[in-house]
């Protein structure tokens, strides 16, 4: 069984939107990461301290079947339009599902992130499919 949640996108602001959500729906974060949270690597530009507290990652469970994620976007991203600004998250119960789901909806798409190992310990990937939704395929096996 899979489940689909909404992932929302923010352009540095989305602390303060997920707080007003949790202010709506109640509840309590389930997890909150900041860009100072990722390794440091080659392959990510240095971020200035302001940048490095924008939010990588947050959860709001809403129902014990439904959860509202967001980040904000890498500093210098595709600035934010209507349409760019959500994501949907498929979290499924194993590799094989997440590996069937992503192939499945990359055909005709774009794959913007390969489903691999994270350094948060989920199998994930990112793509937007041929009809241009935006999709992240999770699957976390602890």
Not at 63 to 80: I, R
Not at 89 to 96: E, Y
Request: charge should be negative; proline fraction near 5%; include cysteine.
């Amino acid at each position: 069984m899979a489940t689909l949640n909404v992932y929302l996108n923010f352009d540095g602001n989305c602390l303060e939107a997920f707080k007003f959500y949790q202010s709506v729906f109640g509840g309590e974060f389930s997890h909150v990461g900041t860009f100072r949270d990722v390794p440091p690597s080659d392959s990510m530009p240095p971020l200035s301290e302001q940048d490095l507290d924008r939010v990588l990652h947050i959860s709001l469970p809403i129902s014990v079947e439904t959860v509202l994620m967001g980040s904000d976007t890498f500093p210098g991203s595709e600035k934010l339009t209507q349409g760019n600004n959500y994501t949907i998250a498929v979290g499924v119960s194993s590799k094989a599902q997440a590996e069937t789901y992503f192939a499945a909806l990359s055909d005709k798409g774009v794959v913007s992130m390969p489903m691999s190992d994270t350094f948060w310990g989920s199998y994930f990937g990112m793509l937007v499919d041929q009809f241009g939704i935006q999709w992240m395929i999770d699957f976390d096996a602890s």
